[in-house]
């Protein structure tokens, strides 16, 4: 790779979320990054918006270190960018003399160079991993007081984290991977050993405590979200660098086999929860995080998530992740990664090329939705009725929508929000149900999913104690056609691959234009609400990606011969 032309900012930045279209929700366009300079006239959107406001202009200023702190990272192993690093280091130490971000919002763990000390790990460890990768090399001694820098910033953070209470956030990964990083740089620089490991990695607020106390027993990130679940993993991961697989708690393969049993089969992640639906930056993530589980556990599973990303980032791909080769001391983990179906937050449910998720989980926090009991249905590279993610946080009336009810296709009573709420689950050979009550104020609701012969039956069961608005949600982010026949409502929901519902039940489903997920607010989808008034209803669907014949008679519903009963319980 050819010396890089420019320079990076040479002001603190922001906070990212606020790289955000006011009008539109859509995030602004990544440009002139590689100048240093805040473009002239402001960043535009792909409405054609030019925004220019001081804290876009700290979003773009975030957004342009990381793409540099990218391209260092690139440099260094082919053995470049000692000076970008040295030059970096000395407008390090010049933007933080000041200490903490005077700018950052009040709820934040204040930062040096950004206004999140989160955002200082992240931009931090790729920076460190550079001077890792040069070390030994008397020019990077200038660097010394940057990294020396970075583990106290680290570990000031980290204290005040456990003293809130909040050792298990997502951020303490991430300021004990640039502890552990930037303390390796650090000791490489001045030839020493590092002596950091029980401090960060193994001792009682290291990353291994942080792995067992975030993480469930099914792998799964207590957020529930694919994309925090992957923040925390990718922390670990660059963690890691130079330990032996073999000995890492057993959770991280497990965090591993959460994500490929969601992944489908053609390497689509669905956005659970709070995170981008779609994002080239995040894919560059995915490719990252599968770069570095491949050297992890040789059956990691997810090729296909890999392929999908690197198709996302298209041609403009740099080929970083490619040289991540010898990240661990061992050979890869040679155990089978087991991606579950039924987890504490999701059950997968797979047949005849449909990948449907329903979610039944806990809440998770802050970065949870209003998503309970939804039904998320997908092709191996088809998002049918995907979970739509969420936009960048600084547009409030966006993030409000993505995080509720109306923006999921699940269940609303009388239109409003429901309470948090945890489903219990019950299973048998063919099906998984979910139920869950006291999440609207005298309701009860379950959800069956059966996993038939090439087809999936879902069943919608609902009842109040007094009469309500009871609305089935269906929210696709493909051209979806319906047709009224006799009995039978017949959804056709187009892609790469094709999907045909078959939807029985009392009333209609009404459609309207909608926004379609949250990488595009502005994207006009076909929403429909299938609504009765009453005590109680029961919705049933049919989805198959062929022409199915499908009858109803009575509490028995036929699928090409095959029979379901589809009372209440």
Known sequence: MASLTGHPPTERGGWWHEYVCPAHGVELEHVEFETGEFPVGGVPCSYGCRVDTPAVRGAWRVLAHHWWARRIRLLSYDGGGAELLTAYA?????????????????????????????????????????????APNAALAETLPMLDAMVDGSRRARDAMVAQDKFSSNYTAWFNALGTVAGQAAAAVRGEPWGGDKEWLTGEHGQFAHLEIATGEDGWEWEASTYYHGFVLRAYLLSLRGADPADVPDWLDAMIGALAGIATDGGILPALHDGPYRRVPLALEWLEIVALARQFTANHGLDAVAAHARAEVGTEYDGLEDRFGGWFAGPPRSGAVQPRPLTGCYAVIRAGGIHAILDHGPHGGSHGHHDKLSL??????????????????????????????????????????????????????????????????????????????????????????????????????????????????????????TLYGYHLGVGVPVTRPGPGPADDPQRTRTVLDWTVVGTSATFCSVYSTAEVAVGVSGDVVTVDGHVHRIGGR
Do not use: C
């Open 90 to 134: 000395r407008l390090y130490q010049d933007l933080t003399r000041s200490g903490e971000h005077e700018q950052a919002q009040g709820w934040m763990q204040r930062g040096r160079l950004f206004h999140q000390a989160l955002t200082d790990a992240v931009w931090g460890v790729p920076i460190a991993h550079a001077i890792l990768n040069l």
């Open 376 to 497: 998320y249905l997908y092709g191996p590279t088809t998002p049918w009725q995907p979970d739509p993610g969420q936009v960048p946080y600084g547009h409030a009336e966006w993030r409000r929508h993505y995080k509720s009810a109306a923006a999921h296709p699940t269940i609303r009573i009388d239109g409003l929000e429901p309470n948090e709420a945890t489903g219990v689950v019950t299973t048998d050979e063919t099906s998984v149900t979910a139920e869950v009550a006291d999440w609207y104020d005298g309701v009860r609701a379950t959800r069956q999913v059966i996993a038939g012969d090439g087809y999936l039956v879902d069943v919608v069961r609902v009842t109040a104690d007094r009469e309500r608005e009871i609305a089935l949600q269906f929210r696709p982010d493909v051209d979806l056609t319906v047709e009224v026949g006799s009995g039978v409502v017949r959804t056709v929901w187009a892609g790469q691959e």
